[in-house]
Each structure stands twice: as structure tokens, then as C-alpha cells.
């Protein structure tokens, strides 16, 4: 692996003298993700392929952690966590079988069991990352200070690699839940809305919740998810009542959302996704999905970009375009434009880290 580090340091070296730009890549199934720009070498752009640089560096079941290289498959590390009745507690989603741990860290996407376990940036203990000087820095855990005083093991996370090559990341795992139990019932968005904030008020052991769908009455499916000791499960299941899923089935829901394969998230439509306060109500907007008990809102088809952060934003969260199909991405960009504070933190931790501007220019924020 020191030949393999090696060779990732020249690149970097070789593409700063060329004043060329870098474009940080794993298996690339997030590559949709983001300020996309395809990587084409006759305008003088350069792929830093990170897949080569992979292995589990350190695993101790008792500690829970583990270090891993970049571009580890991610399903690598999980089945090695599944093994010791262990997991990754944010539930990433793949989209590919290619997906590999640094990717993974680098879009910062958490899955269903993010409501109630946490993001993936809560459960980054360290990084070492690559500069734009060919430097590797360690931040995190017993390594050296961060820079600017920010925790930038956690800040990498959902960076889009624009601060440099992440090369290795420690993760805090979780043991597996003992049992789950998915239930779900028949409502309207209004009722699935009015069941999360219920449910949120009371000591249940949910873990994700979903509503997807609607009939011609208005009606879709509220699903719960709990995880827990049986007797816990049962006494949450007679708190919220509806039907139970086979395990089974209830396995191949939560994922089909992870992986968005269900039928909702066509691949030719363009898909929105919005972060709301869970206390937000129904927007009316049309086809949509709720996850994270109304936190997380999933849009389908065409949108007015502005209008639409607008919305979200007199709600106190924002939107973000993100797949867009076949569309025209937003002239400033497929995220929501970053708040003054976070905008000036994010420029200045560029500046420290990346002042060349090598690394996934204008993937995260347009003018980086």
C-alpha cells in the first residue's frame, strides 16, 4: 500500500505543476451527485482514482471502531462489521456495488436510520487526508491538531472531496439491533405528519419511519420501523398499532428506499430532496416522500428551483436538486446556496487545505 500511497502523492504533485485540476473518484456510483463535471483530459482535468488504495487497517470488535482505507468497498467493511454483530449506525446508502467507504464519507449520505441513530459525520473519529502539496494530514482521535481549530475529520464529511483526497477514515460502529419489527398503516400525509410528531413524544424504539404514495383519496402508507428488545417492540407495537411486514419484506422496503429503487425515485425524473424541520407541514407540492418522521422529504419531477428554496428555507431548512436527470441544474448550483457563517468556514478551511484549488472544483459550491 506504500507504493499505492505513493503514486496518489505524484499524481496530486504532477497535476499542482500543471496547474491542473484534480477530480477525486471511488467506485463512482455517487458520481451523479453534486456540482457534476465530467472528467474530459482534453480540457486538462485529471482523475484521481482512489480504488486502488483499499483494506481494513484496523478492527477491534470491543472498541467499536474501525480504520479503513478510502477506497475499501464499503460492503467489505460491513460485512466484516456483520460478522462481529456489528454496523454502521447512519445505514449508507451504496447505489452501486462499486461504493467504497470514501465516497461514502465524501457525500455525507445517511439512510433511514439516520432519525434516530444520527448523520454520518457523527460517527467520524478521524481522517487522514491528502493535500494539494502532496501532504497527508491526520485530524481526529490521538493525531495531530486541526486546522483553523475545526474538527475536520467531521467537516469532511459530505465535503465532496473538495478540501483534498480522503485517504483513510475511523468510523464508531454499533452493535446490531437484537430484534426489529416494521408495522404500517393506511393514511394520508396529514396523518402520517400527525403520527411522527405522536411518536416523537413518546419513548418508543423507532428507528425509521417512512409514507410514500397516495390513491385517488389521498391515501399512501405510513411505515415504522423498530428496533429493540422483543418485549420493547411489543409494547411500542400496541402504543402504534397497524400491520406487521415478514422480515423479509419489511428488509426489502427499508432498502429499496436506502438505495432508491423503489418506483418512486425514477431515474428519468428529475429528484428534490428537502431537509425540513420534522414539524413542517404537508407542502402540497405534489409526488413526494417522507422519510426521518418528516424530516427528510423527497420530491419528484420538475421543479422552479428558486421558488422552491424559498419554501424550504421560510421553513427553516433548504432543497437540493438531487439527481437531475435530464434537466438544467440551477444556475447556482444543485445545493441550496450555503448560509453566510457556513460559507465563510467552508472558503477559509478551502484556503487552508487546498489554496492551489485543485481538488473537485466547483462540486460542492461553484465559486470552489
Not at 50 to 72: N, W
Not at 134 to 143: A, D, T
Not at 293 to 319: K, N, V
Request: hydrophobic share 40%; aromatic share 8%.
Amino acid at each position: 500500500m506504500d507504493f499505492v500511497l505513493s503514486e496518489l502523492c505524484d499524481q496530486v504533485m504532477t497535476a499542482r505543476a500543471g496547474h491542473k485540476p484534480l477530480f477525486v473518484m471511488g467506485g463512482g456510483s455517487k458520481g451523479f451527485y453534486g456540482n457534476y463535471r465530467p472528467v474530459r483530459p482534453q480540457d486538462g482535468h485529471c482523475l484521481l482514482d482512489m480504488t486502488p488504495y483499499r483494506g481494513i487497517v484496523s478492527y477491534h470488535p470491543s472498541e467499536l471502531v474501525a480504520t479503513v482505507r478510502a477506497g475499501t468497498p464499503l460492503a467489505e467493511l460491513e460485512a466484516a462489521l456483520a460478522e462481529n454483530g456489528q454496523m454502521l449506525a447512519f445505514e449508507p446508502p451504496h447505489f452501486a456495488a462499486s461504493a467504497t467507504v470514501g465516497g461514502c464519507v465524501a457525500a455525507g449520505l445517511s439512510g433511514p436510520r439516520r432519525m434516530s441513530a444520527g448523520a454520518l459525520k457523527d460517527f467520524v473519529l478521524g481522517a487522514r487526508l491528502l493535500d494539494s502539496e502532496g501532504r497527508i494530514l491526520s485530524f481526529g482521535g490521538e493525531v495531530m491538531k486541526n486546522v483553523a481549530g475545526y474538527d475536520v475529520s467531521r467537516l469532511l464529511a459530505g465535503s465532496h472531496g473538495i478540501f483534498g483526497a480522503i485517504l483513510e477514515v475511523s468510523l464508531k460502529v454499533v452493535p446490531r439491533p437484537m430484534d426489529e419489527l416494521t408495522l404500517t398503516m393506511p393514511a394520508t400525509q396529514a396523518q402520517a405528519l400527525t403520527s411522527f410528531a405522536l411518536w416523537r413524544g413518546k419513548p418508543l424504539p423507532i428507528s425509521a419511519t417512512s409514507w410514500t404514495g397516495a390513491d385517488e383519496r389521498g391515501e399512501g402508507m405510513t411505515s415504522v420501523r423498530l428496533s429493540g428488545a422483543p418485549p420493547a417492540l411489543a409494547s411500542a407495537r400496541r402504543v402504534i398499532g397497524g400491520d406487521p411486514l415478514a422480515p423479509e419484506a419489511a428488509e426489502a422496503w427499508w432498502r429499496s428506499l436506502r438505495e432508491q429503487t423503489h418506483a418512486f425515485f425514477a431515474p428519468d425524473q428529475p429528484l428534490w430532496r428537502l431537509a425540513l424541520p420534522p414539524t413542517a407541514p404537508g407542502l402540497g407540492l405534489g409526488p413526494t416522500l417522507l422519510e426521518w418522521g418528516g424530516g427528510q422529504r423527497w420530491l419528484s419531477g420538475p421543479r422552479d428551483a428558486a421558488e422552491l428554496r424559498e419554501i424550504a428555507a421560510g421553513l427553516g431548512g433548504h432543497a437540493t436538486l438531487f439527481r437531475a436527470a435530464h434537466t438544467t441544474p440551477p444556475a447556482d448550483g444543485v445545493f441550496h446556496p450555503l448560509t453566510p457563517g457556513v460559507g465563510s468556514i467552508t472558503r477559509r478551511l478551502k484556503q487552508e487545505l487546498d489554496p492551489a484549488g485543485l481538488f473537485n472544483p466547483g462540486r460542492l459550491v461553484l465559486e470552489l
